[in-house]
């Protein structure tokens, strides 16, 4: 099964339909908004002078956020038409920065130990068949000392939305919409894979990279699945649950020296 074209195309569909959606607020962000989120804002820190490689980047918002604050950054995304609109909002924003369209794993025969930081955010391994391939990529692309911050939805709360917790060789083949409160009826096929928190963090220790911690949280940041409700300012936890949930866990990691 050719996974890449099936997904590469999903995001392609999907590129147009969020940068003209409410919850990515392209005009916000062209005003100077930031679409950088509590936790990353919290767990990274300043990045001033700093390299960032923003692997699976989509079209760049948080690319260009962390960009904003001062960061020289690299995002890497196999949609081309995402990687268009990425390039043509840095032209627009007079931002700095590099955009490549390249999958994951693809991106390995670029990768170079020069980054200081390699980030990922929401919703983005499930796209990837093979977390030690998608380790080995982010130790190429660190300094010695560079760290990764990772910040995913909790696998518990995948299960809780129907999808497998442990992996599985074969893809999930599906057809669905997207998150975006103007995704409607607007239906992509899909090609994903489920990971254990343990697959995640055995792949990142494999590959030489320490981990410095690995935190859970009961809340989501946006309305990413059905019943989930706003208790607080932008944090969504599940309603009528027991006992509280995972739904978001981060992971910070540092490049061991070889």
């Given at each position: 099964?050719?996974?890449?074209?099936?997904?590469?195309?999903?995001?392609?569909?999907?590129?147009?339909?969020?940068?003209?959606?409410?919850?990515?607020?392209?005009?916000?962000?062209?005003?100077?908004?930031?679409?950088?989120?509590?936790?990353?804002?919290?767990?990274?820190?300043d990045?001033?002078?700093?390299?960032?490689?923003?692997?699976?980047?989509?079209?760049?918002?948080?690319?260009?956020?962390?960009?904003?604050?001062?960061?020289?950054?690299?995002?890497?995304?196999?949609?081309?038409?995402?990687?268009?609109?990425?390039?043509?909002?840095?032209?627009?924003?007079?931002?700095?920065?590099?955009?490549?369209?390249?999958?994951?794993?693809?991106?390995?025969?670029?990768?170079?130990?020069?980054?200081?930081?390699?980030?990922?955010?929401?919703?983005?391994?499930?796209w990837?068949?093979?977390?030690?391939?998608?380790?080995?990529?982010?130790?190429?692309?660190?300094?010695?000392g560079?760290?990764v911050?990772?910040?995913?939805?909790?696998?518990?709360?995948e299960?809780?939305?129907?999808?497998?917790?442990?992996?599985?060789?074969?893809?999930?083949?599906?057809?669905?919409?997207?998150?975006?409160?103007?995704?409607?009826?607007?239906?992509?096929?899909?090609?994903?894979?489920?990971?254990?928190?343990?697959?995640?963090?055995?792949?990142?220790?494999?590959?030489?990279?320490?981990?410095?911690?690995?935190?859970?949280?009961?809340?989501?940041?946006?309305?990413?699945?059905e019943?989930?409700?706003?208790?607080?300012?932008?944090?969504?936890?599940?309603?009528?649950?027991?006992?509280?949930?995972?739904?978001?866990?981060?992971?910070?990691?540092?490049?061991?020296?070889?």
């Amino acid at each position: 099964m050719d996974y890449l074209s099936i997904n590469r195309n999903a995001w392609d569909t999907r590129t147009g339909i969020h940068v003209e959606s409410e919850m990515y607020d392209m005009d916000g962000f062209l005003k100077g908004a930031s679409s950088l989120k509590e936790i990353e804002l919290a767990e990274v820190g300043d990045v001033r002078g700093k390299t960032l490689l923003h692997l699976q980047c989509h079209f760049g918002l948080d690319t260009l956020s962390w960009a904003r604050k001062g960061a020289r950054v690299t995002g890497v995304d196999l949609s081309p038409e995402a990687i268009k609109k990425a390039i043509e909002l840095k032209k627009s924003t007079s931002l700095p920065g590099e955009f490549i369209c390249s999958d994951v794993y693809g991106y390995e025969r670029l990768a170079t130990p020069t980054h200081d930081l390699v980030f990922a955010s929401y919703g983005v391994l499930n796209w990837l068949p093979d977390l030690d391939r998608w380790a080995r990529v982010i130790a190429k692309s660190l300094k010695v000392g560079g760290h990764v911050h990772l910040i995913e939805f909790h696998p518990a709360f995948e299960l809780h939305c129907g999808d497998a917790y442990f992996s599985h060789k074969e893809p999930e083949v599906s057809e669905a919409g997207t998150y975006t409160e103007n995704g409607d009826g607007q239906m992509v096929e899909m090609a994903t894979w489920s990971h254990p928190l343990s697959e995640v963090i055995n792949a990142l220790i494999g590959n030489g990279i320490a981990i410095d911690h690995l935190n859970e949280f009961p809340f989501c940041l946006h309305r990413s699945a059905e019943g989930l409700e706003e208790r607080e300012n932008g944090r969504f936890y599940l309603k009528d649950a027991e006992h509280a949930m995972p739904l978001l866990y981060s992971v910070k990691g540092t490049r061991k020296g070889d």
